[in-house]
Nanobody, 126 residues
């Protein structure tokens, strides 16, 4: 059974930083392409970032480019999201997701992912 567990969320002031982690168990991380999504109250879940299985290619939503960095350590079975220059509009529950057949044209589609974590709250105060 594959499990994803996020950690690292919290409360931070605007302009601050957080690093989220997603620990994968049950299968080796290298099996999966990985993504981060977020969901704010009253809004739909939205794509944040994606990293291919090898870690050689990364993709971001426009609003986080230059501020967020997705990475993975396959040896540690862990994926990360470094978030800098956080803004109040980044407030949301952040979810990590894993998929074996995520096609490049659909990395922002939640249905492409097979497994999800329980989410970690990120709150940015102004």
């Amino acid at each position: 059974q594959v499990q994803l567990v996020e950690s690292g969320g919290g409360l931070v002031q605007a302009g601050g930083s957080l690093r989220l982690s997603c620990a994968v168990s049950g299968r080796t991380l290298s099996t999966y392409a990985m993504g981060w999504f977020r969901q704010a109250p009253g809004k739909e879940r939205e794509f944040v970032a994606h990293i291919r299985r090898s870690g050689g290619h990364t993709y971001y939503r426009d609003s986080v480019k230059g501020r967020f960095t997705i990475s993975r350590d396959n040896a540690k079975n862990t994926m990360y999201l470094q978030m800098n220059s956080l803004q109040p509009e980044d407030t949301a529950v952040y979810y990590c997701a894993a998929g074996t057949g995520v096609i490049l044209s659909s990395i922002g589609n939640p249905t492409q992912y097979d497994y999800w974590g329980q989410g970690t709250q990120v709150t940015v105060s102004s």
